[in-house]
């Protein structure tokens, strides 16, 4: 994503054009390593379909749907952020028992096109894509941070166009939705950094959008997730800021940590509107990623990756380790509290999503290696997946070794399954020897074990970020 590309797409337009012209010189902190450009982290330069798939073990003949992961990968030159890709699906097609095929393909956006708007654009459809996936009243939907969501034809993961839901979609749809599993409601919202800064949304299970509703903030937070219970949504401002002044000098992505900005949690009913938002004040702290929440008594219950803070000296400062913590708000006396529940780092948190918005017990997280978890050193890195139990404290972890890097883990219901960890987790895992990676599956009552099924690619998969399964039965 380019520097005009950002600007663009978030409407800040001339203002940051003529100031940046008169400080062109000022330093923007862009790193002397950037990870993004070295390892797995590299984009790969060519779309590729393969069909010739053959499995190691063996996939659940009761799996039949589409994987699918989403991701950043820049289609021209060298992107000024790790967050500046294009949009790319890294999708895996599973049938019978057999994987059929494995494809990626960009997102075919204007700004892939290079086509975008430019400065002071406002159009919806000026978007990377590059963030995540959701499956909705029929749709597949590729996400990103700001603008339209992008529909995406699961048969062969070419993008059919941008959807703003018959106009009803005026702004920006973030890339964490949340789908209730009981109504079929989808919940979702968007942020921006000019006023509203951030508006909520709601569609019904059949995909129309029937509400609408502009949230007030202090100021122009970056909210990139957000939580729902069975009568709640949930909203985090938290310190990480819009800076005009980091983007009039040039910076990528223009928020850092502002030590004077507020940090707090809404709570507001789920059809309810701005006037009916409950705020409560928390110690500094910042979330990109929510495992669940839920609702117990008078508590609102939100359990997140928790950074004590983050982009402290500009937004390539991604450094720290997150702590999968709980955040409760009691609804009676309005009062806060934040705990730690696991203390090892962690990042890209999961459940079984039939468990959104309700009371939950396992939950699932790729494993960070805090002693490699710098620009230097991040070559070196060790991954894992890791569950947890959140009631009895107990996890459950997957850790390869140096030459095998998991990505994100998501929870694939078994069919009969009754318990709530009965079903499979699906990662791309990269291998560093072969410089190739794999698709694979796990049996998520036995993480440690390893996976039961493995699909060699003779393509390397990017480190990404979220992914979606599609199963042939889904409405």
């Known amino acids: 994503m380019k520097r005009r590309e950002f600007l663009g797409y978030t409407a800040l337009g001339a203002v940051g054009a003529a100031s940046a012209a008169l400080l062109g010189g000022c330093d923007t902190g862009e790193p002397k390593v950037k990870f993004w450009q070295h390892g797995n982290f590299r984009p790969v330069t060519e779309e590729v379909a393969v069909t010739d798939l053959k499995v190691q073990g063996q996939i659940p003949p009761e799996l039949n749907g589409l994987y699918v992961r989403n991701g950043t990968n820049t289609s021209r030159g060298v992107a000024e952020h790790f967050f500046g890709g294009d949009g790319m699906l890294h999708g895996v097609r599973l049938e019978n028992g057999q994987a059929k095929w494995y494809r990626n393909r960009y997102v075919n956006t204007p700004l892939y096109r290079d086509e ?70 989808l919940l979702f919202f968007g942020y921006n950094v000019m006023e509203p800064y951030l508006t909520y949304m709601r569609a019904d299970a059949a995909g129309n959008l029937v509400q609408v ?21 949930v909203f985090m401002e938290m310190p990480v800021r819009f800076s005009w002044l980091a983007a009039i000098s040039g910076s990528a992505l223009p928020f850092k940590w502002d030590g004077n900005a507020p940090t707090r949690v809404g709570v507001m009913p789920r059809t309810g509107g701005d006037a009916d938002i409950r705020w ?3 110690p500094p702290c910042f979330v990109f990623h929510i495992m669940n929440s839920f609702e117990r008594g008078d508590d609102v219950i939100v359990d997140a990756a928790r950074y004590d803070q983050l982009w402290v000296k500009n937004s390539h400062d991604f450094f720290h380790p997150a702590r999968l913590s709980r955040f409760t708000m009691n609804m009676r006396t309005g009062q806060a509290s934040v705990e730690q529940i ?17 009371p939950y017990r396992y939950g699932y997280s790729l494993v960070v290696d805090e002693k490699n978890d710098s620009p230097e050193r ?18 459950d972890s997957y850790l390869p070794g140096p030459e095998l890097t998991p990505g994100e883990a998501i929870f694939i219901a078994a069919r009969d399954g009754a318990a709530e960890d009965e079903g499979y987790l699906a990662s791309f895992e990269y291998n560093k020897n072969t410089r190739t990676s794999a698709f694979c599956l796990f049996d998520a009552t036995r993480v440690s074990a390893g996976p039961i099924a493995s699909v060699p690619l003779p393509v390397r998969v990017p480190v990404g970020f979220h992914a979606v399964w599609v199963p042939d039965d889904v409405a």
């Open 378 to 395: 991040i070559a070196q890195a060790q991954g894992g997946i890791r569950k947890y139990d959140v009631e009895t404290g107990a996890v």
């Open 213 to 233: 509703e502009p949230i007030t903030l202090t100021g122009p937070s970056m909210v990139h997730d957000f939580a729902a219970t069975e009568r709640y949504v």
């Open 342 to 358: 696991y203390g090892e780092a962690m990042e890209f948190p999961q459940v079984n999503r039939s468990q959104w918005t309700r």
């Open 116 to 185: 975008g708007g430019g400065f002071g654009s406002t159009n919806g459809e000026d978007t990377t894509s590059a963030v995540s996936l959701i499956h909705h009243g029929g749709r597949l939907m590729s996400l990103g941070e700001f603008g339209y969501p992008y529909l995406i034809n699961p048969d062969d993961l070419s993008t059919l166009g941008a959807f703003n839901y018959d106009g009803k979609l005026t702004g920006n749809m973030t890339a964490h939705p949340r789908i209730d599993p009981v109504t079929g409601e």
């Open 280 to 282: 409560f004040d928390i």
